[in-house]
Every structure is written in C-alpha cells, then in structure tokens.
C-alpha cells in the first residue's frame, strides 16, 4: 500500500448500543461503497478502504443507548457514490438493512438544486449522506 498524505483520515470509531444492528447497518452500507471487513473482536468490527477505516464498537463505557446527531458531536458521515444511479440503488436497498431515508419530499436534492444525494437514518440514530459524483468533477 502506498504511504498516505499527511492529513488524510486514518480512521473513524463510532460506538454503538447494539453492535448486531451495526454490523447489519453499517457493514452492508460500506460493503456496498467498496469497503472489506479488516477487523473482528467480541465487542466491535472494522472496514476498511484503502487507507482509512470505519470501526464499530459496543463499548461498556457508553453514557447513553442512542445516538442523538443533534447533540454536539458527529452529525453525520458523508462518502462519495459513483453516480445517481448507484444512489438510487443504495436507496432502493436501505431500509432492508436498517436505515431510513430523511427528507423524503426533497430527496434527492434536500442538499440543494446542485446536489443529488441521500441522507439515510438507521435504527440507533446515525446520519450517513451518500452523494453522487458528477463525472464532470470527479478529477
């Protein structure tokens, strides 16, 4: 693997309440954006892309059983989709693995006329928004 940049995210842990219904919702939705599983303990998993990975743990040291994105802290992870397509399959797929889709009366633009993403809840309370990539920008 090459070296990575300076700056460049190593990894994201997020705890959960239930690591079951992580793995059921986040595994599905990194596998399907191209991560592999890397790690596997008793109490959490990991995926990995390239040189970033994801972790999901269920911690004895947690406060609270919910996570509330409206509290101060992480409001939402956002991963770049290849195309509207692919965001409109992941949409179609979502809620058989956990999550929601918010703002239904302005997907897929609730990020603006220049945007086309989706915004997806799960169970525990977790935002992701999948944005499609405009070839046009892409490099």
């Known amino acids: 693997m090459t070296r990575p940049a300076t700056g460049v995210l190593h990894h994201v842990e997020i705890w959960v309440s239930d690591l079951g219904r992580a793995v059921d919702s986040f595994g599905w939705l990194l596998e399907a954006l191209g991560h592999s599983l890397f790690q596997s303990w008793s109490d959490g998993r990991s995926w990995r892309l ?3 990975y994801l972790v999901v743990e269920q911690s004895p ?3 609270a059983d919910r996570h509330d994105r409206c509290r101060p802290g992480l409001n939402h992870l956002a991963f770049h989709v290849e195309g509207r397509d692919a965001v409109d399959a992941l949409v179609a ?9 918010m703002f239904p009366d302005r997907h897929p633009h609730a990020g603006g006329d220049q945007s086309y993403a989706a915004y997806l809840e799960n169970t525990d309370g977790f935002e992701v928004e999948l944005v499609a990539v405009d070839p046009a920008e892409a490099d």
């Open 93 to 101: 797929e979502a809620p058989r693995h956990g999550w929601t889709l």
């Open 61 to 63: 040291a947690l406060t």
């Open 50 to 52: 390239g040189a970033t």
